[in-house]
């Protein structure tokens, strides 16, 4: 018996007199301008906005101190610009990247972070307001623990990825996770910076959660963070001072002491009212707001643009969530989710203390704004971090729509 083979299709040949590299620059050139998925387009466009946002901010709130010191009125903001046209190329180069490419850096990001944050400790160290967290090199300073939070994502991605299969048993949850994280922790801890660190515990927390691991293994390390975090704060008298001024119901009686950031802050908020003073009409940035620029953004933001304002950064925050969050849902790859889970922790989360702070929810803890607040160092880490997201989001599977069923032939009746 003979069976007879389908003919096969010879593969396609160039037209005559058609140069085969062109045809190859032609698909290079179809797979460069190919649509993007929408979560790409959202996380790029909350960021990009959130950025310029932030921008003429600290333009606002730097301004008048700058003219009274005898500087030009943009002298922050061309800074901060500086690192936003640097951190934008880059973030859209890294979103060009595979998902291999985060998979192979994982553990020479984390190595070399951790090598920058150490510097911290050398004669480039800087100390401001008690912490020890930057570094001057020809006179820039720069905060090396904004990369550690990339660079830790990254590591918790790539370890418990290899490891996703035995998740269940808690000695791989713990090992290497809790010793190395809590290595990379300590190299801030040990600059007295405790804001950075409970960034960096609810990296750890996200990356764990969205990994698949059970919640009675889960609890474990968050009780371990709360306990951390207490002992911390309970060993340092600086920090003790700043809890209890929080507390105290009348916060006004100690105004000159640890209460006058907090109460200039929320004054700030409330001088705004619904639709604010004007852009560049604010009162507190004269001197009268500590940080207003950095941690306090957020304050200056609500006085000249109102509650309006305030919505509208808020609203910016959460179409960047959504678009992460997709991300998270849509993937098959549990390297992309974990990774881009303990991105959205790190950037929301951060946002959320923040504004926290500003609204005296939380005690004053020194954690910027991302996106928004005075720092070239943490723009820049942010933007990187949303590069990796837009990767991620180019790797998403395709869902192709089901073909339309076919309408079933309704057979006619027989007449008698």
Not at 7 to 10: F, K
């Given at each position: 018996m003979t069976t007879t083979l389908p003919?096969?299709?010879?593969p396609a040949q160039p037209a005559d007199g058609e140069d085969p590299r062109g045809l190859a620059a032609r698909v290079s050139l179809g797979r460069v301008f190919a649509p993007v998925?929408?979560?790409?387009l959202l996380i790029a466009s909350t960021a990009l906005l959130l950025t310029g946002f932030g921008l003429v901010m600290v333009l606002s709130a730097t301004s008048a101190i700058a003219t009274a010191a005898g500087q030009p009125a943009w002298d922050a903001m061309v800074k901060q610009g500086v690192f936003a046209l640097l951190g934008i190329p880059i973030m859209f180069i890294a979103s060009r990247f595979p998902v291999k490419f985060f998979k192979r850096i994982a553990w020479p990001a984390l190595i070399g972070a951790v090598i920058f944050q150490l510097l911290v400790f050398t004669p480039l160290g800087v100390t401001a307001n008690g912490n020890r967290n930057w570094i001057m090199i020809a006179g820039l300073q720069a905060q090396p623990a904004e990369f550690l939070k990339l660079a830790l994502a990254l590591w918790?991605?790539?370890?418990?990825f290899r490891k996703r299969s035995l998740l269940t048993k808690w000695q791989h949850v713990f090992i290497p996770v809790v010793p190395v994280a809590g290595l990379v922790i300590a190299t801030v801890l040990a600059g007295s910076d405790l804001?950075?660190?409970?960034?960096?515990f609810l990296i750890v927390l996200g990356?764990?959660?969205?990994?698949?691991?059970?919640?009675?293994?889960?609890?474990?390390?968050?009780l371990l963070v709360l306990g951390a975090v207490a002992a911390l704060?309970?060993?340092?008298p600086d920090r003790m001072r700043r809890i209890m001024s929080f507390l105290n119901p009348d916060c006004l009686a100690d105004y000159y002491g640890d209460c006058y950031q907090p109460l200039h802050g929320i004054w700030?908020?409330?001088?705004?009212?619904?639709?604010g003073l004007g852009l560049g009409n604010s009162k507190e940035k004269y001197d009268w707001l500590p940080a207003a620029a950095n941690d306090y953004i957020f304050a200056i933001v609500g006085e000249e643009l109102g509650l309006i304002g305030c919505v509208v950064v808020l609203a910016l925050f959460a179409l960047f969530a959504v678009g992460a969050f997709h991300v998270i849902r849509k993937?098959?790859?549990?390297?992309?989710?974990?990774?881009?889970?303990?991105?959205?922790v790190w950037i929301v989360g951060q946002a959320l203390i923040n504004i926290g702070v500003v609204l005296r929810v939380f005690p004053v803890l020194g954690v910027p704004l991302p996106f928004m607040s005075q720092g070239g160092t943490s723009l820049l880490s942010v933007l990187i971090a949303c590069g990796v997201l837009l990767a991620f989001a180019r790797s998403l599977p395709v869902r192709r729509p089901l073909p339309p069923a076919r309408p079933t032939p309704v057979r006619a009746r027989p007449t008698r």
């Open positions: 003919p096969t299709r010879p998925p929408s979560e790409f918790l991605g790539f370890v418990l804001g950075t660190a409970m960034v960096l990356a764990l959660f969205f990994s698949g691991v059970r919640l009675r293994l889960f609890a474990l390390p968050a704060a309970v060993t340092s700030g908020l409330a001088g705004g009212g619904i639709f993937t098959d790859d549990p390297f992309v989710r974990i990774v881009s889970g303990a991105i959205t």
